[in-house]
């Protein structure tokens, strides 16, 4: 059936070709501003918070503090997950889409005027959190919200990993922009970068902000939850209601993501810490290095989403996990060397491991939810995993290394990460080319199949 705009109203086939790239380029603009919103302060992290909001601290206890306050994003995430999966569900994908970027942005555009310890003591690290906990709130909803609109205007089900990892592109995306605008204000003399410099990438965002916004406001509703509407099947608590039905999708979505999100928070967050702080390399160095990984992943992760699609979801994921836990020990043995060469060909392959889970993974999560659930249950189980992974990462490796002083212990983390991620991954249900239009707990009708099973 032709999809539709208002669940009656059928689009001709153009239409609905360009509603989908309409909707795929949008998800993955938002989403790249977005993520530029949280990367840029990741970075940042490692590079000068420390300094500035701490400088009473001993070198490792104020990263340590900095960090902390980088988790507080992650605490925030599942929050957000809970409010705009509730929204999502209720009042549609766009609108809550629009929400979540006004929210990112603006709390980002906030953190370039918020003073230094030495203005205001203690008070600065406190706006800092309150900001970076607004920050998390946003993403927590932005990213079931990009999938779905991507993956829900979908024309065939043969290739929903393919259109759902194009939001997934934002990722290495906003992590390119941000670190590309961190390494052009940190070639500023003197103490400048770290006097005001650091502060301009911030102000910025809200340029992004005001052409994200332009895109999204011109798309469509998804057919998916037109129909839904149309059809008075929208639930009154839909987070609520997903943690009855599929509490089990929402863990094992959590525990999947082990593999995928702590390991990446070390290879692009804690690794300025480590390279300038204990190897002693460039912070430039590091820097590019991560650059060229996230242009790696404008490639890989489109690729390895188009790969589920031939061989499998939980396959492409499962192979994933193992590269994943496999390479922490050639990442850190590369480093150690303190070889500037070895250094940047370590720090450009660790992002190769995390786009073969990445690529899949948008659609091996949100096809485990039903239609009128699926904006709630793939946010929660996508965002829990910054409570156990994501937001816990930098701390666990610096704390870590500081009491082995040795990477190699960092790499056995990833390994435990990767160990977990398999298990996880061979428990979710896998429906790659399986249709995913009717709820999973409606009979199919009389001589219907090939539709996706019953929720778990």
């Not at 922009?177 to 103490?191: C, F, H, I, R």
Request: aromatic share 12%; hydrophobic share 50%; charged share 15%.
């Amino acid at each position: 059936m032709a999809a539709t705009q208002s669940g009656a109203t059928p689009l001709s086939d153009e239409e609905a070709r360009r509603q989908l790239r309409r909707a795929v380029i949008a998800s993955t603009i938002g989403t790249t501003i977005e993520w530029y919103d949280f990367f840029l302060y990741s970075t940042v992290t490692g590079l000068v918070f420390a300094k500035l909001y701490f400088p009473q601290s001993d070198p490792l206890v104020g990263t340590l503090q900095a960090f902390l306050i980088y988790a507080v994003g992650f605490l925030a995430r599942p929050v957000g997950a809970a409010i705009f999966g509730h929204y999502g569900d209720r009042i549609g994908r766009k609108a809550t889409l629009v929400v979540t970027l006004l929210l990112m942005g603006i709390a980002t555009f906030l953190v370039a005027f918020v003073p230094t310890y030495e203005s205001i003591g203690i008070w600065g690290a406190v706006l800092l959190t309150i900001l970076r906990f607004v920050q998390g709130v946003g993403v927590g909803g932005e990213w079931g919200g990009s999938v779905l609109m991507s993956m829900e205007w979908a024309r065939t089900d043969s290739h929903r990993g393919f259109i759902a990892s194009w939001p997934q592109f934002g990722v290495p995306a906003g992590l390119f922009v941000a670190n590309l605008a961190v390494l052009a204000t940190s070639e500023m003399s003197g103490s400048s970068f770290l006097t005001w410099g650091w502060r301009i990438p911030f102000a910025f965002s809200i340029i992004l902000v005001a052409i994200g916004l332009y895109i999204r406001l011109s798309i469509l509703e998804t057919p998916t939850f037109a129909r839904l509407l149309a059809e008075q099947k929208i639930e009154k608590t839909p987070t609520i209601e997903v943690l009855r039905r599929q509490p089990k999708d929402i863990l094992l979505s959590a525990f999947a993501r082990m593999a995928e999100q702590a390991p990446f928070y070390i290879y692009t967050a804690f690794v300025f810490t480590y390279g300038v702080t204990t190897l002693g390399m460039s912070r430039n160095l590091l820097l590019t290095a991560v650059l060229v990984a996230s242009m790696c992943e404008f490639v890989t992760i489109p690729l390895f989403g188009h790969i589920s699609d031939l061989i499998g979801r939980r396959k492409m994921y499962i192979i994933g996990s193992v590269a994943v836990g496999i390479y922490g020990f050639i990442y850190f043995t590369l480093l150690d060397t303190r070889n500037p060469v070895w250094t940047f060909i370590a720090i450009v392959l660790s992002l190769v491991p995390h786009a073969m889970m990445y690529g899949p993974q948008a659609a091996f999560i949100a096809e485990s939810f039903t239609g009128r659930l699926r904006y709630s249950g793939a946010s929660l189980g996508y965002q829990l995993a910054s409570i156990i992974a994501g937001g816990p990462a930098p701390l666990i490796a610096t704390a870590l290394f500081a009491y082995y002083h040795s990477g190699m212990a960092i790499a056995i983390y990833v390994l435990a990460c990767g160990v977990i991620s398999v298990i996880a991954a061979s428990m979710l249900g896998d429906y790659t080319n399986k249709d995913i239009s009717r709820e999973y707990d409606e009979a199919p009708a009389f001589g219907e199949t090939g539709h996706a099973p019953r929720a778990r």
